[in-house]
């Protein structure tokens, strides 16, 4: 069996790495065009994803980086498929579970999405996006309840960590407590312009 990607070690990483430069967000300096994307690094980043794998069909990390890249390309189907191969190439991990759920949610299969987001909670209960994206789910489907009993194990693990949290997140937290009534906590528990934006957006 292939050794095991460090996901814990590299994602968060490139996580801190792309908040810090946006390289995936709209170039908007010249107004007088329409908002793009800047797409030819991630199609150069499969040509090399795929000759990665082409050399070492069991190169765990070229499938896992290439179905990033695919994502990153609104290719939910591919991404899915190339997360799923390194679920066949060494144990499962919760990393690889959110990021199917994520790619499923884009293509609104919800009942395949809440699937592997508890898969990942299975596999690492402590793992907040998976909880946050549960949460997220829910609060998309207007299950309330649900959303409810999802934030507050996120809000646990979020705060036994002393992590922040991501805007996307705090957005879905906020959004959901303000609609479940509990705008006070989502101020207070995400004092950030994303929260008081998301909470502008409830109310």
């Not at 030819?40 to 980086?65: Q, S």
């Not at 592997?116 to 609060?139: C, G």
């Amino acid at each position: 069996m292939a050794s095991k990607y460090p996901f814990s070690e590299i994602e968060p990483k490139w996580q801190q790495i792309w908040e810090e430069t946006k390289p995936f967000t709209a170039v908007d300096d010249d107004t007088s065009r329409p908002k793009y994307y800047i797409l030819d690094m991630f199609k150069e980043a499969l040509t090399a994803f795929d000759y990665a794998v082409l050399i070492d069909e069991n190169f765990i990390g070229g499938y896992l980086e290439k179905a990033k890249t695919l994502e990153e390309l609104s290719r939910y189907e591919e991404a899915t498929a190339n997360y799923k191969v390194t679920l066949d190439l060494d144990d499962p991990t919760a990393f690889a579970f959110v990021r199917i759920g994520n790619c499923y949610q884009m293509l609104n299969d919800y009942d395949a999405a809440l699937q592997f987001y508890k898969k990942a909670v299975n596999e690492d209960p402590l793992l907040d996006k998976a909880w946050i994206a549960l949460t997220d789910i829910y609060f998309q489907l207007q299950n309330f309840e649900k959303a409810l009993y999802y934030i507050e194990k996120a809000i646990k693990i979020v705060e036994s960590k002393s992590l922040s949290v991501s805007a996307r997140s705090s957005d879905v937290l906020a959004q959901a407590l303000a609609a479940l009534g509990r705008a006070n906590l989502a101020a207070s528990f995400l004092p950030d312009a994303h929260c008081y934006k998301a909470l502008r957006r409830v109310f």
